[in-house]
């Protein structure tokens, strides 16, 4: 069981990147999958969830409307796309599915 975080960089304020979840070693179908950041000197945050079917999501407050995840279970990822950046939004993004943990990728916002 694999998971790969990748898409994260450094952008300016405003912009927006997609983050994506590369699972492998599981049928994703089955499971929600969840994305959490942690910024330098602060705690572990969760940011979204996906539920299994997609159905339901879940939004911190600090990126409602700003983010949005969905998933393609064909392919075995999960996205997060995040526009209108805000430096608060950086740090290393990890994605988690079925209690298992990817390496992060570290998102670096600019004023």
């Known amino acids: 069981v694999q998971l790969q975080a990748s898409g994260g960089g450094l952008v300016q304020a405003g912009g927006s990147l997609r983050l994506s979840c590369a699972t492998s070693g599981f049928t994703l179908d089955y499971y929600a999958i969840g994305w959490f950041r942690q910024a330098p000197g602060k705690e572990r945050e969760g940011v979204s969830c996906?539920?299994?079917?997609?159905?339901?999501?879940y939004y911190v407050d600090s990126v409602k409307g700003r983010f949005a995840i969905s998933r393609d279970n064909a392919k075995n990822t999960g996205y997060l796309q995040m526009n209108r950046l805000k430096p608060d939004d950086t740090g290393v993004y990890r994605c988690t599915v079925a209690g298992r943990w990817g390496q992060g990728t570290l998102v670096t916002v600019s004023s």
């Open positions: 996906i539920s299994a079917s997609g159905g339901i999501t």
